[in-house]
């Protein structure tokens, strides 16, 4: 069946350096997709989304990259600072009447000070 | 504007009783959802409203029933509760289905004993 995955599990980075987070999709038909972030005892945040009529998004520190070629959404955080520190889910749909989000199994992006 | 906003935060439950999820949107939101978030499972749907009068099935809906109130609440119910429900339980809610980023509560932690 079709299912958004992450390659990694964890990522560790040094406070101030950029962090990348990766995702792996496999439905070729997803047209929409989201970053969250998730901090330990919350619920997901809404951090950026793309459509699938563009290939990058610039928010405040964050820039989502898209390439349909090969189904990968990744998300690049400048300047990476503690409270970076969470767990960042990834999430695709096709839009339309019977639209629902997938939603990845997260990786934990850990900030060394 | 309290976003979304669910109650208890947190409950313990004996094998056997029943317990109602409360969840509140103010944000004038169509589509709503109840995901349950186990260790390496991810989020994983239980049931959603797409629009105020409708409720459908999700991924996980076994055990589980729903009711959308109105347009603002949509509450989860377990009327026998299981060990297996132990979990932590989030709403969320959306302008309209998947074409959109959903907006999640601060989550339910239960525990079933």
């Known amino acids: 069946g079709e299912s958004v995955g992450l390659h990694l599990p964890t990522l560790s980075v040094q406070e101030g350096d950029n962090s990348i987070i990766n995702c792996a999709y496999s439905n070729s038909a997803s047209d929409y997709f989201i970053w969250y972030k998730q901090e330990s005892g919350k619920g997901p945040q809404f951090i950026i989304d793309i459509r699938s009529n563009m290939d990058k998004r610039q928010g405040q520190r964050v820039t989502v990259l898209l390439n349909k070629t090969v189904k990968h959404l990744s998300l690049q955080i400048a300047a990476t600072q503690p409270g970076d520190s969470a767990v960042y889910f990834c999430a695709e749909t096709r839009t339309g009447a019977n639209s629902k989000l997938t939603f990845g199994k997260g990786i934990t992006l850990s900030v060394r000070p | ?113």
């Open chain 2, 1 to 113: 504007n309290a976003g979304v906003t669910q109650n208890p935060k947190f409950q313990v439950l004996k094998t056997g009783q029943s317990m109602t999820l409360q969840c509140a949107q103010d944000m004038n939101h169509n589509s709503m959802y109840w995901y349950r978030q186990d260790p390496g499972m991810g989020l994983r749907l239980i049931y959603y409203s797409a629009s105020e009068g409708t409720t459908d099935k999700g991924e996980v809906p076994n055990g589980y029933n729903v009711s959308r109130l109105n347009k603002r609440e949509f509450s989860l119910r377990l009327e026998s509760a299981a060990p297996s429900q132990t979990s932590v339980y989030f709403c969320a809610s959306n302008r309209d289905r998947g074409n959109y980023g959903y907006t999640f509560g601060s989550g339910t932690r239960l525990t079933v004993v």
